[in-house]
């Protein structure tokens, strides 16, 4: 037993604190509710003193001891409910930090969601009924053994007190657990996964419409029918003790207006109520499907401001919000055009570090071979256009293949594969870019020549090891590069193209990554200026 128990490790400072969060919340919600319970209990305990019609003796037995014993059932089949409904919140905040802690949280974040919802309906549906029930058993025995002498109009004074105060109780413990509830979620939503965090299944939606016609309700109608229902029967009662006859239902005017006041009143208040939830609603309605569309991708999406309110004050704080998102897709699209759109997502979401690191990547380095005698002959916009022709032929398939088009120099071109996005296939990659440059280039001779323009040869490096990737510069002005001898060795090669009659040369390096995609022929060794030693290169030899 001891053994055993020295085995079972003491929960830490932390953990302890996890647990804590539970049961701060079970507690507190047991506090809202014997709070709303005691509120309602005294005021219509002052209701049933002075507002309804009950003889010393009955006020004084049923409010001292069958309003106490006929509690006792609901207070304590209530606070059972209330364990129950928080038990998933409490077993995810027990088993936090640990690893079962993750399945718990989904269940836990509808709980916690649901939980305002919940208790409405344990008060209207539970609560309410348990006690009505107990105050009529009680209030039965009583009048067998002790005299009371409840009339059945008394009764349903009862049940009409029972009633209101009860959908007033519904109201309050609904609002409260809402706010009680509220700092405990951040903490369940960190461990939902992402992709069910905003979808969280068997969650039960009430709109802000219901919400909005059950709390008028309640404020103008119930208290309206209670206090015509009473005022008659009060009415009713005097005319009896008077000895003057009953009044007949419908006929008689006095009867007939307070009617006419109940159902119209209320009828009129559950439409005003009806039409300012409708427009509540409807506002919050177009401000979600408004956010929804941005989600989509709508990014210029804009509500159109129509009220004074704080609806108002939202609408233009969206707009200014999508006038923002608007202006950065708009930056983010020109600074893509400038830089690699992988580097532009990264700058974007982590902005710019002055950093650099030690990669291991592939470089393709491309040039148009006897560029110089060609741009001679040709006016200089027809230079410019010439090299944006080109250059849109060749990039995509480069870019296809997850390449990073570093700088364009004139008329060449620097691809890096495997920075800034990491790729273990970078090699692979990039064999594949220069086949791919290799088609896209004769699809464009094809359409040069068509045109009566002179089609274009090219060289292409391509070289794998470690180098330097990062951003470099001033403060003001930086451009994200890769130094090293990698790229000069890429270079060299890419320069040695011509001399052995062939487009696309590999390094040794690069040939050892990709031997099994592409095929090459060994070339002799070769000095390159900045190596001691000849290097060997392979021509990829055409697959058609």
């Not at 990659?429 to 020549?449: D, I, M, P, Q, Y």
């Not at 990709?514 to 095929?519: G, L």
């Amino acid at each position: 037993m001891t053994e055993a128990l020295a085995a079972t490790p003491e929960k830490t400072a932390g953990e302890r604190a996890w647990g804590e969060l539970g049961r701060l919340l079970h507690r507190r919600l047991i506090l809202i509710y014997l709070t709303a319970a005691l509120a309602a209990t005294g005021i219509g305990a002052l209701f049933f003193l002075f507002g309804l019609d009950f003889s010393v003796y009955q006020k004084q037995l049923v409010l001292g001891l069958l309003a106490p014993l006929a509690s006792l059932p609901q207070v304590v089949v209530d606070i059972l409910v209330i364990g129950r409904h928080v038990a998933p919140i409490r077993a995810f905040f027990a088993a936090l930090p640990g690893p079962s802690a993750k399945a718990l949280a989904t269940p836990a974040l509808a709980r916690a969601l649901n939980l305002p919802l919940y208790t409405a309906a344990r008060v209207l549906f539970l609560h309410a009924p348990i006690l009505a029930v107990s105050l009529t058993v009680a209030c039965s025995l009583a009048n067998a053994w002790l005299g009371l002498g409840l009339a059945p109009w008394q009764f349903a004074l009862v049940y009409a007190t029972v009633g209101v105060f009860a959908s007033g109780h519904a109201i309050y413990e609904y609002l409260a657990v809402k706010s009680a509830v509220k700092p405990v979620l951040p903490h369940i939503r960190a461990h939902v996964d992402e992709a069910s965090r905003d979808a969280v299944p068997k969650v039960l939606p009430l709109k802000m419409r219901s919400q909005l016609l059950f709390v008028f309700a309640f404020v103008a109608c119930v208290p309206l029918a209670a206090l015509g229902y009473t005022v008659l029967l009060k009415l009713d009662r005097l005319l009896v003790k008077a000895q003057m006859f009953e009044f007949a239902w419908i006929e008689d005017p006095l009867e007939v207006w307070v009617l006419l006041l109940v159902i119209g009143g209320s009828s009129l208040a559950f439409f005003l109520a009806t039409m300012l939830s409708r427009d509540i609603a409807s506002s919050a309605e177009d401000l979600v499907e408004a956010m929804r569309r941005v989600e989509r991708g709508e990014v210029s999406a804009e509500l159109v401001v129509a009220s004074t309110d704080e609806f108002a004050e939202a609408y233009r704080g969206f707009n200014r919000m999508t006038r923002g998102l608007v202006e950065r897709e708009r930056l983010r699209d020109a600074f893509g055009r400038y830089v690699a759109p992988e580097l532009a997502e990264q700058v974007m979401k982590h902005g710019v570090s002055m950093g650099g690191s030690l990669v291991r990547a592939t470089v393709i380095f491309a040039d148009i071979r006897g560029f110089t005698s060609l741009s001679e002959a040709m006016p200089p916009v027809e230079v410019v256009s010439l090299l944006n022709r080109y250059f849109a032929a060749v990039s995509p398939p480069i870019r296809a293949e997850g390449g990073f088009i570093n700088k364009f120099g004139g008329d060449s071109l620097l691809a890096v594969f495997g920075a800034p996005v990491p790729a273990p296939d970078h090699a692979e990659c990039a064999a594949r870019a220069a086949l791919g440059v290799r088609a896209a280039l004769a699809r464009f001779n094809e359409g040069e020549v068509a045109e009566g323009r002179a089609a274009l040869r090219i060289g292409i490096g391509l070289h794998t090891g470690e180098m330097v990737a990062g951003s470099v510069g001033s403060p003001d002005r930086m451009e994200y590069t890769v130094i090293g001898d990698v790229v000069n060795v890429a270079a060299r090669i890419q320069g040695l193209t011509k001399e052995l009659g062939t487009d696309i040369l590999l390094s040794e390096a690069a040939h050892e990554r990709v031997k099994d995609i592409v095929t090459a022929r060994p070339m002799p060794p070769v000095a390159v200026r900045g190596k001691a030693e000849p290097i060997v290169v392979y021509a990829v030899v055409d697959p058609a």
